[in-house]
């Protein structure tokens, strides 16, 4: 087979990237050899188009153990010898074809990433973007993507503890599913995705590798068109018992000090975790493709080299202590071969019954080596031009409040998730400290740290969409302002780049600016990014997605009973808003969804302001001042102050300040702002700090049993609204 | 009186079970591989539980293939002597494809799993807040044997709602006549849907799950 620029091609590598790889090779490569290209170049795997701006951000320093893109997932020091581990990505792609498998396999891969380290995975969270949730497919693909994430994390046996869900237009033919998982680890117990050790042997683990996922990397660098549908093997199918087995397994065989490096397999399979361990290693591999189990008959090398099967990992096994790490395998009943061993040359050569049938320097594959890495055109997209021609006073105000409210509280962005979150199993582990007690962001019980760890994921693409600099710092300062409400304090953060195509230079000018607003924002917070992932190609013919930079923020609570919880708890408590009002209703879903105005700017937002309010909060939660607090997002003060009032069926009365408009007042979504419940007496003592540190704080009501009061009008029980609130998912999917 | 805890390749509720047993009511705990058989070091005052989860990975029916396992023909004979033995959810399932306990635990009548904070009451107590998290939980049995169940006051928890009434809205998956939980005739073998294992501690703001250990005599 005489392999030329049009092979390259059909593999997705541009005939640029072909003449690169001839001249760095020194010759031409064969089939086998450039499909190991075309998984290693490809965007998933090498960043090759958003590594530079990704080395903007901050990576590195502070409680880090590892720098950022260093190792499989991020590493923190939380405190006590304990390290939390912690890692978000996306499986859109598989899951716009294949729901129920790409949403599962999408979990299945997040936690292989946590206990490739050594980290047992405690708490996972999800953040999922729809179509219109009226529209039949964007049924099938909510259905679907639940519950596969429900039977992979159920099964499995980790709880999902959070997460969000987001239903726009843009997302019909490219729905987003983002994962999380997050693990605890003594500090250093942890496991290195490295190769080391001359004659050292190399062992496979788990599943046997079948066709399933052939090529994923690559697909998952296109955009969707009607062909994609036909890439039904591209998507992989997992097996959650046998994810169990392997997590019992290899945190039980790191205890045996026998492991010199390990790493899972994941995105282009065995040729990724070869060569990134050998790269990382500075030594090579000698391995023999016909020993690693097949479920299939006469695979080629090359399907080899690049199955996505999952459930498999590649472990790297001090010579002479392999008994002891196969008696492990034995007892969970997971097969286990030796395929190869480390060598010193940097070569990775792969052989079929003692045929070569590649050979290739580790370093020329990988991201920092060979891979090639971009500096794309950007420019101002047009759309901006109806973003900046927005006027508040074109938008009449609200006449009848009431039904409006109605309205709200039942708008799939706002109304309760409960039919999508009663579907995974939030409580295994028995350290979900939120089921009873709910806050703005989770708070999960690491036990045998004595702390617990607060979790969220935040991302409003609809402000990054208005402005990707803005908005992305918005993403980063409402995952903050979550933990912060919630008595904890932030860490960290895991990023997951969502964009469409990133050679269309109003799409990677919004990639630029929400890489460069999410760097400020965390500079500021001091929360690194210690890795994530970047999901180009979210488009389809008609456009991009909105822009995506979903946040995973992790942060820490050292007195895991000292939260702070978002709901109302004593009638004649004083409801307090830390924060200030503002005549603003852009980019709010009141904006959006009632009135129909899709482009207006990002709502108000001052990062200095922003940070001020949370150490305020921070402050009198440390102080025990208040008896709740919940920020105030999507949907306005209105939608906080009921959702505060659900869980215990309180009730409220507050009166607005009729110098605001309607709508800004009550469903504005200007950012730094959050309700707060405390005592008569401490509501002073509050007011007094506040005026001493600059922070403004209006007292806007008070707590009732059970009614709820807007300017003096009776609106009837906190349960009758809650009630809409609960059904009105599971109403629009009956 | 002392724990021992199977642990099937696939169980995820074991660790939750040996931390409340130990941590939250202070007892002894011994872990047990499902390849093993050795109960010697238990006596007809102990109890073995079956924890939740996905044994064997509950690809055929839950619980079919973990009632072959070599512990699990020694917890069949343990119970048969009169040994104590609690099956939570997964374990339940195992419970009654062994035959410790009569009927099956069918797919849940809305066809999803299900995960949230349920109440349950025993036929004379007041109603515990008790969480569920099964995708296959609907109790079934011929009306046959649910009317000897209900004679022999073998319905241990039904599913009521906070003010304990039994119907249908407090019904998590469609079980027949509520039923959440069963014991068998000679009431040694206990085996439930909820988890009372993950409601024990005072940091999880609910300790009801130790009312229901009490309640089985297992404290």
């Known amino acids: 087979?005489?392999?030329?620029?049009?092979?390259?091609?059909?593999?997705?590598?541009?005939?640029?990237?072909?003449?690169?790889?001839?001249?760095?090779?020194?010759?031409?490569?064969?089939?086998?050899?450039?499909?190991?290209?075309?998984?290693?170049?490809?965007?998933?795997?090498?960043?090759?188009?958003?590594?530079?701006?990704?080395?903007?951000?901050?990576?590195?320093?502070?409680?880090?153990?590892?720098?950022?893109?260093?190792?499989?997932?991020?590493?923190?020091?939380?405190?006590?010898?304990?390290?939390?581990?912690?890692?978000?990505?996306?499986?859109?792609?598989?899951?716009?074809?294949?729901?129920?498998?790409?949403?599962?396999?999408?979990?299945?891969?997040?936690?292989?990433?946590?206990?490739?380290?050594?980290?047992?995975?405690?708490?996972?969270?999800?953040?999922?973007?729809?179509?219109?949730?009226?529209?039949?497919?964007?049924?099938?693909?909510?259905?679907?993507?639940?519950?596969?994430?429900?039977?992979?994390?159920?099964?499995?046996?980790?709880?999902?503890?959070?997460?969000?869900?987001?239903?726009?237009?843009?997302?019909?033919?490219?729905?987003?599913?983002?994962?999380?998982?997050?693990?605890?680890?003594?500090?250093?117990?942890?496991?290195?995705?490295?190769?080391?050790?001359?004659?050292?042997?190399?062992?496979?683990?788990?599943?046997?590798?079948?066709?399933?996922?052939?090529?994923?990397?690559?697909?998952?660098?296109?955009?969707?068109?009607?062909?994609?549908?036909?890439?039904?093997?591209?998507?992989?199918?997992?097996?959650?018992?046998?994810?169990?087995?392997?997590?019992?397994?290899?945190?039980?065989?790191?205890?045996?000090?026998?492991?010199?490096?390990?790493?899972?397999?994941?995105?282009?399979?065995?040729?990724?975790?070869?060569?990134?361990?050998?790269?990382?290693?500075?030594?090579?591999?000698?391995?023999?493709?016909?020993?690693?189990?097949?479920?299939?008959?006469?695979?080629?090398?090359?399907?080899?080299?690049?199955?996505?099967?999952?459930?498999?990992?590649?472990?790297?096994?001090?010579?002479?202590?392999?008994?002891?790490?196969?008696?492990?395998?034995?007892?969970?009943?997971?097969?286990?071969?030796?395929?190869?061993?480390?060598?010193?040359?940097?070569?990775?050569?792969?052989?079929m019954h003692g045929t070569l049938e590649a050979e290739l320097p580790a370093e020329l594959l990988v991201l920092g080596g060979g891979a090639p890495q971009y500096t794309r055109e950007y420019t101002e997209p047009k759309y901006f031009e109806k973003i900046k021609a927005f006027k508040l006073d074109s938008v009449a105000d609200i006449t009848d409040l009431r039904s409006v409210a109605e309205k709200m509280i039942q708008v799939p962005n706002i109304a309760s998730k409960r039919w999508v979150y009663t579907q995974y199993d939030s409580m295994v582990g028995a350290n979900n400290l939120s089921t009873n007690a709910p806050s703005d962001a989770s708070v999960v019980l690491a036990k045998g740290t004595g702390k617990a760890l607060v979790i969220t994921v935040d991302c409003n693409s609809k402000y990054v969409f208005a402005d990707p600099y803005t908005g992305a710092m918005i993403a980063v300062a409402e995952a903050a302002r979550n933990i912060v409400c919630s008595g904890g304090e932030p860490l960290g953060v895991t990023n997951c780049l969502n964009f469409g195509n990133p050679y269309e230079p109003e799409v990677y000018y919004q990639f630029v600016k929400a890489v460069t607003g999410m760097g400020e924002a965390c500079r500021k917070f001091n929360t690194p990014v210690t890795g994530g992932n970047v999901s180009f190609y979210n488009q389809h013919p008609e456009g991009a997605v909105y822009p995506t930079p979903t946040i995973g923020m992790v942060g820490v609570m050292d007195d895991p009973a000292a939260g702070m919880t978002l709901d109302f708890k004593n009638d004649g408590d004083s409801i307090l808003l830390i924060g200030e009002q503002q005549n603003d209703i852009a980019s709010s879903e009141y904006l959006h969804k009632i009135k129909g105005v899709e482009y207006s700017p990002a709502p108000y937002f001052d990062l200095d302001e922003e940070f001020a309010i949370q150490k305020f909060v921070a402050s009198v939660i440390k102080d025990k001042l208040i008896n709740s607090a919940h920020d105030i997002s999507e949907g306005g003060l209105m939608v906080t102050l009921l959702e505060s009032g659900f869980n215990r069926n309180k009730g409220f009365e507050v009166k607005a300040d009729d110098t605001f408009r309607k709508d800004a007042y009550w469903f504005g979504e200007a950012q730094s702002r959050v309700v707060v419940s405390c005592s008569f007496q401490n509501a002073a003592i509050i007011q007094q700090k506040a005026a001493a540190a600059g922070i403004p704080v209006t007292i806007i009501g008070k707590v009732t049993s059970a009614s709820i009061k807007i300017n003096g009008e009776d609106w009837g029980y906190i349960s009758a609204w809650k009630e809409k609130y609960d059904t009105a998912i599971e109403k629009s999917l009956e | 009186m002392k724990f021992g805890i199977v642990v099937f390749p696939g169980s995820n509720c074991d660790r939750d079970m040996q931390d409340a047993l130990r941590d939250d009511l202070g007892k002894e705990v011994i872990m047990l591989w499902h390849k093993d058989k050795d109960l010697s070091m238990f006596s007809k005052e102990d109890c073995i539980i079956l924890p939740g989860g996905f044994s064997y990975g509950d690809y055929l029916r839950c619980g079919a293939i973990a009632r072959f396992s070599p512990m699990m023909q020694s917890v069949v004979d343990f119970a048969n002597k009169g040994g104590k033995v609690l099956g939570v959810c997964n374990g339940f399932q195992i419970l009654c494809e062994s035959g410790l306990l009569p009927g099956v635990l069918l797919q849940n009548a809305n066809r999803q799993f299900v995960c949230k904070n349920v109440f349950i009451k025993s036929e004379k107590g007041n109603a515990w807040k008790v969480p569920v998290a099964h995708g296959e939980g609907r109790y079934y049995a011929d009306e046959k044997t649910l009317d000897e169940l209900e004679a022999g006051g073998q319905v241990i928890f039904r599913y009521c709602s906070e003010s304990g009434k039994v119907d249908m809205d407090a019904n998590p998956n469609g079980a027949l006549r509520n039923i959440a939980g069963i014991q068998n005739k000679n009431g040694n073998v206990f085996g439930m849907m909820p988890h009372p294992e993950r409601c024990s501690s005072a940091l999880m703001g609910n300790v009801d799950g130790k009312n229901v250990f009490k309640l089985l005599g297992l404290n």
Not at chain 1, 114 to 134: D, H, K, Y
Not at chain 1, 189 to 216: L, R, W, Y
Not at chain 1, 330 to 340: F, T, V
Request: proline residues 3%; negative net charge; hydrophobic residues 40%.
């Open chain 1, 1 to 351: 087979m005489e392999i030329t620029v049009e092979t390259a091609r059909q593999l997705r590598i541009t005939e640029e990237e072909f003449k690169l790889i001839q001249e760095k090779l020194g010759r031409t490569p064969n089939f086998t050899e450039l499909c190991a290209f075309s998984g290693m170049w490809s965007e998933h795997c090498s960043y090759k188009n958003s590594i530079k701006w990704l080395k903007t951000l901050p990576r590195d320093g502070g409680k880090m153990l590892v720098a950022a893109g260093e190792e499989n997932a991020g590493l923190m020091d939380m405190g006590n010898g304990f390290g939390v581990v912690f890692k978000i990505e996306s499986h859109n792609h598989p899951s716009a074809i294949e729901p129920f498998q790409g949403a599962a396999t999408g979990v299945g891969g997040i936690h292989r990433d946590i206990f490739t380290m050594g980290a047992r995975p405690i708490a996972s969270l999800n953040s999922l973007r729809f179509g219109n949730l009226a529209d039949k497919k964007t049924q099938r693909l909510l259905g679907g993507v639940v519950h596969g994430i429900g039977h992979y994390g159920n099964c499995f046996g980790v709880p999902t503890v959070g997460g969000e869900v987001y239903f726009e237009d843009c997302y019909h033919t490219n729905p987003l599913v983002n994962a999380m998982s997050v693990g605890i680890v003594k500090v250093g117990k942890t496991v290195s995705a490295i190769a080391q050790g001359e004659g050292n042997p190399v062992f496979f683990v788990g599943s046997a590798t079948g066709k399933d996922g052939i090529g994923g990397a690559s697909f998952a660098s296109a955009n969707i068109t009607e062909e994609s549908t036909e890439e039904l093997p591209a998507v992989q199918v997992g097996d959650p018992f046998q994810e169990k087995k392997l997590l019992e397994a290899c945190l039980e065989v790191i205890e045996t000090n026998a492991v010199v490096g390990m790493q899972d397999m994941g995105a282009a399979g065995i040729i990724c975790s070869t060569a990134e361990m050998s790269a990382k290693g500075k030594s090579g591999m000698r391995i023999d493709l016909d020993k690693v189990p097949t479920r299939q008959k006469n695979m080629k090398a090359w399907e080899l080299l690049l199955s996505e099967s999952q459930e498999r990992m590649l472990i790297v096994v001090e010579k002479g202590k392999e008994a002891e790490v196969l008696k492990v395998f034995e007892k969970w009943d997971l097969p286990c071969s030796e395929i190869g061993e480390v060598t010193n040359d940097g070569l990775l050569k792969f052989y």
